[in-house]
């Protein structure tokens, strides 16, 4: 599910958990189950062979092509002058050297191209044009897959609940119900990611400041749920989906530009979804001429709905039994979705406090006729592996996932996936604060070309200077001149490395290349 709220709320993996017309398809865990007559994702690859899928073909590709970190040059209408790249660069040739447990947010050591008139990724050319936003910064990040790392936190919390899955769904034929699919390209259409799941033109979260945009049609995808109509329309009826998702959103411990979803679906037919019940046969999917309610969606019949509603809550009590223990306290809760209807989200009872862990839904019958299912009843839930290993391991801060200091990587080496972690601090090293102030531009005397000041594009700019280094940002003051009517804004920037301590000094440094920053790219002035 795409966001915190119902307003902007656009995929079932934000808690929940597209590609474009090129995907990276791997790792199918499992025999996969599909329709008869239709053909499958792909069969087993190795994870470092790309296809493009074309209207009737599948087509190799060759080796990735990927430039030096040097080529890299800033992008899209927040970085189109030369002071923040410079900035950039003096900063992390120095700013990290002076420690060799560095916290690694450093890319791969080949990394994407962001040039003049395009941004080369992942072997693939993008044209730029006005929406385009993505960062030096952000791009480091694809490729990673943290949860595909052996041992890494993720991969654990991953591997257990693929672990349940395969163990407790048994198809016909002995193998294991759902397949699943964790290294398909983060790089979407705006058309998967959005139009594909009903989301509508005009909702919020569709939004450039949320959102990392190549261009207005291609984009990092902001939730797993970009390939669900993907998946279902290749034939598949139960499957699990685990991916990196990005978003531009605040910061503090337990939000980052870059985090991971999982998410399942699984389908029905007439047949499945009534065998088991007396008459079931005289029993039906669908109705004609019925409405839309609270309970139900206007083609399905309601006893449809309650078997499926049931069959995905004791589906997920029993994911959540297994990840937290038997005695795990749940309740639901009804919320909304605008791709399944009704809509829920689960909360455990967690050390006295009622959190959420994920959401869930029946799926709306409109996402599967345009899938070609259009004869099928589905579920679909999705969840976050951060936040679930975050509650799991006591992990406090999201930053950790990224390291690669031997005392944290190493807590998580078991012998058996289900052992269970506790996780042991590295020393708390001190944290620094500095405050920033500055007017807000005047809305009416920006130009044609340029956006009212965005809180995400404040945020985003802090990364990119500070990096891992800002630990938080909080606006603390908002204040409007009681005479003239501008408007200003005071940040409050917590700076506190994980694997050492930082000085005034290499803070005050930081925090100077972001005001000049600020000044230069969003137009503000400054008030220090």
Not at 52 to 81: D, I, K, N, Q, Y
Not at 261 to 269: A, D
Not at 332 to 344: I, R
């Amino acid at each position: 599910m795409r966001s915190r709220t119902p307003a902007s709320s656009p995929s079932i993996a934000s808690v929940w958990v597209h590609s474009c017309g090129r995907i990276r398809l791997g790792r199918v865990s499992a025999v996969t189950r599909r329709r008869p007559g239709v053909r499958p994702v792909a069969p087993p690859l190795a994870s470092s062979v790309l296809l493009r899928r074309s209207a009737a073909v599948c087509e190799l590709h060759g080796p990735v092509v990927m430039r030096p970190a040097s080529a890299f040059l800033p992008c899209g209408p927040l970085w189109t002058r030369p002071l923040l790249h410079r900035l950039l660069s003096e900063f992390w040739a120095n700013g990290c050297s002076a420690s060799p447990r560095c916290l690694s947010t450093n890319g791969p050591t080949l990394h994407p191209v962001i040039g003049e008139s395009s941004v080369e990724l992942l072997g693939h050319s993008y044209p730029r044009d006005d929406f385009t936003n993505v960062t030096p910064k952000i791009l480091s990040k694809v490729g990673y897959h943290l949860h595909n790392q052996p041992y890494h936190p993720l991969w654990l919390i991953k591997e257990r609940i693929k672990a349940h899955f395969y163990s407790s769904y048994i198809g016909r034929w002995g193998n294991p119900l759902f397949s699943v699919h964790d290294n398909l390209s983060p790089v979407v259409t705006v058309e998967q990611n959005f139009d594909s799941l009903l989301i509508p033109p005009e909702h919020p979260s569709r939004k450039r400041g949320d959102n990392y945009y190549l261009n207005r049609t291609t984009m990092l995808r902001a939730h797993t749920s970009a390939h669900q109509t993907e998946l279902v329309r290749s034939g598949l009826d139960a499957f699990l989906l685990a991916g990196d998702v990005y978003r531009r959103d605040e910061i503090d411990a337990s939000h980052y530009p870059v985090f991971h979803q999982m998410e399942g679906v699984r389908l029905f037919s007439n047949h499945e979804l009534f065998s088991q019940v007396q008459s079931g046969e005289d029993l039906s999917l669908f109705e004609r001429g019925g409405r839309r309610t609270a309970q139900k969606q206007e083609t399905h019949t309601l006893e449809a709905v309650k078997l499926v509603e049931f069959d995905l809550k004791l589906t997920l009590t029993r994911l959540v039994t297994h990840l937290f223990g038997s005695d795990v306290e749940v309740r639901w809760v009804d919320c909304y979705f605008p791709f399944t209807h009704p809509s829920f989200e689960m909360e455990v009872l967690f050390q006295g406090d009622w959190m959420e862990v994920l959401g869930c839904g029946v799926m709306e019958q409109e996402l599967l006729d345009s899938a070609g299912a259009g004869n099928k009843l589905g579920w679909a839930f999705g969840l976050g592996l951060e936040r679930l290993a975050m509650i799991l391991y006591g992990i406090p801060d999201i930053r950790l996932f990224w390291s690669r200091d031997e005392r944290f990587l190493r807590q998580f080496r078991v012998e058996d996936i289900q052992q269970h972690v506790c996780f042991q601090p590295l020393s708390k090293y001190p944290p620094l604060h500095n405050d920033i102030s500055f007017w807000l531009p005047d809305p009416e005397a920006r130009g044609p070309d340029r956006e009212n000041f965005s809180e995400n594009d404040f945020y985003e700019l802090v990364r990119a200077v500070g990096g891992d280094l800002v630990e938080k940002v909080t606006l603390v003051d908002d204040f409007t001149h009681p005479k003239t009517g501008r408007r200003s804004h005071c940040y409050r920037i917590v700076y506190r490395h994980m694997e050492r301590t930082l000085t005034q000094q290499e803070v005050r440094r930081v925090h100077d290349q972001i005001e000049r920053a600020a000044e230069t790219e969003l137009g503000v002035q400054g008030r220090y």
